[in-house]
Every structure is written in structure tokens, then in C-alpha cells.
Nanobody, 123 residues
Framework: QVQVVESGGGLVQAGGSTRLSCAVSGRTISMYDMGWFRQAPGKEREFVAAISWSGLSQRYADSVKGRFTISRGNAKNTMNLRMNSVKPEDTAAYYC????????????????WGQGTQVTVSS
């Protein structure tokens, strides 16, 4: 059984920074790709960023490019999302996802999901 747990986020002021983390346990996942998706109230879930199992390849949504940075942790079963210059429109529940189809922006290519962590940006 694979468990995916997000942490971090909370309330942050517009223009500020915060960091999300994701940890995976339950099986060897060092070869897995990982991604972040988010869902704002009343909206569909959307892709944010993804990273390959090696950490050498990253992909970003246009809306966060240049502001967010995704990285693998020292332990390959962890991943971080550094969020800089946050905007009110970044307010959403952020979900960590684990898959094996490359750093994809498509939800269907991820096999395991966390429960989400809330990020609220105040203006």
C-alpha cells in the first residue's frame, strides 16, 4: 500500500513565499515521477508542476513558471514545491501525485494521490 502525505502551506500573504512537501511510503518509489496539482473552490483540479524520478526533468504550468520551483528531496521518496511571489489566485488545495509516466501534466498518468494541503493567499 502506497501512502502519499502532503505538508506545509497554510495562510500566506500575497507576494510572500511558502513551501509544500510530499512524502511517499509503503514501497520503493525512487523510480517514480511526482507532481503537484491544485484545486480551487468551484474549479477543476489543474496541473501545477512535475518532476522526474531523477530530478533532472521538471515541468511547470504557465501560471506558476518562474515563481514556483519543484525539487526532489535528499531522500528520493520526498518532493518539495517552493512557492514564491504567491498571488491570491494561487489559493487552492494542493495535491501530491506519484506516477511512472514521466513528469506529466495529466492526472490520469498518476497512480497515487495524497489528501491535499490547503494554501490560502491573502491580498
Amino acid at each position: 500500500q502506497v501512502q502519499v502525505v502532503e505538508s506545509g502551506g497554510g495562510l500566506v500573504q500575497a507576494g510572500g513565499s511558502t513551501r509544500l512537501s510530499c512524502a511517499v511510503s509503503g514501497r520503493t518509489i525512487s523510480m517514480y515521477d511526482m507532481g503537484w496539482f491544485r484545486q480551487a473552490p468551484g474549479k477543476e483540479r489543474e496541473f501545477v508542476a512535475a518532476i522526474s524520478w531523477s530530478g533532472l526533468s521538471q515541468r511547470y504550468a504557465d501560471s506558476v513558471k518562474g515563481r514556483f520551483t519543484i525539487s526532489r528531496g535528499n531522500a528520493k521518496n520526498t518532493m518539495n514545491l517552493r512557492m514564491n511571489s504567491v498571488k491570491p489566485e494561487d489559493t487552492a488545495a494542493y495535491y501530491c501525485a506519484v506516477g511512472s509516466a514521466g513528469p506529466s501534466g495529466r492526472e490520469r498518468e498518476y497512480d497515487y494521490w495524497g489528501q491535499g494541503t490547503q494554501v490560502t493567499v491573502s491580498s
